[in-house]
């Protein structure tokens, strides 16, 4: 079988359901982390946690199962049946709020600085940002989120392998660590969040 008989098989559009993400709150309601379907099923079978559904009712497995599968839902197919993957998950006896890691990547460096400059303070398109380490690399400078800042292509050839003071230029805040909530690290990373994390998100 070829890879195209095989893809006709499965259908290119019926999506690998278990792998869609799935918000977990903890037991006082506060957002946790996004986790698979698949172990958000686990974690409902086992009885750790209830499904929430778009109301706000909470379901354990058993009742969950009673739900029909709605045309805007996920269906996961199970021997002749289908049951609707859960998009909220209430974790029953999780107590704690972990705190944000945040991820040093430019991404997160551009949300952080807001896609500014952080020697001119202009925003141009982010084609023309790039990130500069404060103490230059070559001087041991290392790439850390205390060291590392945006800057316009201009401003990061005016200072070359200097210092921001060598070079003459300010900063327009010193660089540190963001201090995100889990709510907003998990409406940054999340590429399609659903309606039904809303609530949760926003009020944290
Ligand atoms: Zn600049």
């Given at each position: 079988?070829?890879?195209?008989?095989?893809?006709?098989?499965?259908?290119?559009?019926?999506?690998?359901?278990?792998?869609?993400?799935?918000?977990?709150?903890?037991?006082?309601?506060?957002?946790?982390?996004?986790?698979?379907?698949?172990?958000?099923?686990?974690?409902?079978?086992?009885?750790?946690?209830?499904?929430?559904?778009?109301?706000?009712?909470?379901?354990?497995?058993?009742?969950?199962?009673?739900?029909?599968?709605?045309?805007?839902?996920?269906?996961?197919?199970?021997?002749?049946?289908?049951?609707?993957?859960?998009?909220?998950?209430?974790?029953?006896?999780?107590?704690?709020?972990?705190?944000?890691?945040?991820?040093?990547?430019?991404k997160n460096l551009m949300l952080r600085d807001q896609f500014q400059c952080q020697y001119c303070a202009k925003r141009p398109s982010q084609r023309d940002l790039n990130v500069d380490h404060v103490m230059p690399r070559s001087r041991g400078g290392a790439d850390s989120w205390e060291n590392l800042v945006v800057s316009c292509r201009f401003c990061n050839l005016k200072k070359g392998r200097r210092t921001p003071q060598e070079a003459g230029m300010t900063l327009l805040r010193p660089p540190h660590r963001p201090r995100w909530s889990t709510a907003t690290q998990i409406l940054l990373v999340a590429r399609t969040p659903y309606e039904e994390w809303d609530p949760f998100l926003k009020a944290g």
């Open positions: 079988m070829d890879a195209t008989a095989i893809e006709a098989e499965s259908g290119p559009a019926k999506r690998d359901v278990l792998s869609l993400p799935v918000l977990l709150l903890n037991r006082h309601f506060a957002p946790v982390t996004v986790a698979t379907a698949k172990r958000a099923m686990c974690l409902l079978y086992g009885g750790a946690a209830h499904a929430v559904d778009q109301e706000g009712d909470t379901h354990d497995f058993s009742d969950w199962l009673t739900l029909p599968v709605r045309a805007d839902d996920d269906g996961l197919p199970i021997i002749g049946r289908e049951i609707r993957v859960p998009r909220v998950l209430h974790l029953l006896r999780y107590e704690r709020t972990p705190r944000a890691i945040v991820r040093l990547t430019r």
